[in-house]
């Protein structure tokens, strides 16, 4: 009977640990688009990077409570988004980061590839696992702020993995939550219906302190680009995720 209680009360919220109320968040905005992580004492600690997305309902009518009561299984599935060139398809977003060391290391976090990283060892930045279904919980990526003297400079990125770019028809957040003060949130709300990456938020160690920048820049192409965007100079090569 649990089960079918939760259907009938709907699916849980992507709402974490961190509360729901409006004053408890930082939204990062052109106008308003750095915050500081030491002037809220959150410079050390885990900082978790949440990348999670939906479908735009009023696109294709949504996932109605009558219709998940009647084809209750249908939840599990994909989520889809109507693209302007074809159909219905099933959108993948990744979560990525790009990563620079003072001691000179660069490299990429992000589950193409497999390179999801370690949070007590260089780079200090490691990749929770991939979610191709856009679950309520997303993707996350944890940076180890007690190694932030470690730390030069971080690019949070997210793309679209072989898929119809769709950017434009989900509801895509990225939300970091410091270990101390509210959450930080930046939608990727601006049209750009044919990008596949974008460049979310910067991590930049600057005098010691961890400085927040929203870019929310969106490019054509994958990481090459954004790669020649930000100057980070590593070499890039076509890569295939195993199937799920």
């Known amino acids: ?47 978790r990077v949440n990348l999670s997305w939906r479908m735009r309902t009023s696109d294709f009518g949504g996932r109605s409570g009558s219709s998940v009561l009647r084809h209750p299984f249908k939840m599990f599935k994909p ?17 990525g980061c790009l990563y620079e ?63 119809t770019p769709a950017f434009d028809r989900t509801h895509a957040k990225v939300t970091l939550y410091p270990s101390n003060g509210p959450r930080i949130e930046i939608d990727l709300d601006e049209h750009a219906p044919q990008a596949r990456s974008c460049a979310v938020v910067t991590i930049e160690n600057v005098k010691g302190d961890m400085v927040v920048r ?14 020649r965007l930000y100057g980070w100079g590593l070499q890039w090569g076509r890569g295939y995720k195993t199937k799920a």
Not at 11 to 28: H, K, M, V, Y
Not at 32 to 42: D, F, T, Y
Not at 139 to 144: A, L, S
Not at 214 to 227: C, H, I, N, P, T
């Open 101 to 163: 060391l003072n001691d000179g290391s660069k490299g990429v976090v992000q589950p193409l590839g497999g390179f999801f990283g370690a949070t007590n060892a260089a780079p200090y930045v490691q990749l929770s696992g991939d979610d191709r279904f856009g679950s309520p919980s997303g993707e996350t990526i944890y940076v180890n702020l007690d190694h932030r003297e470690s730390i030069k400079r971080l690019l949070v990125f997210v793309y679209i993995y072989d898929q």
């Open 1 to 47: 009977m649990a089960f079918w209680d939760s259907l009938l009360r709907g699916r849980p919220s992507a709402q974490f640990d961190t509360g729901s109320a409006a004053s408890n968040a930082i939204e990062l905005t052109k106008r308003h688009p750095v915050v500081s992580l030491g002037k809220q004492g959150a410079n050390s600690g885990s900082l």
């Open 214 to 227: 929203r870019e929310v820049k969106f490019v054509y192409g994958f990481q090459a680009e954004l790669d």
């Open 79 to 95: 989520d889809v988004v109507q693209a302007h060139t074809q159909g219905v398809v099933n959108v993948d977003l990744d979560l």
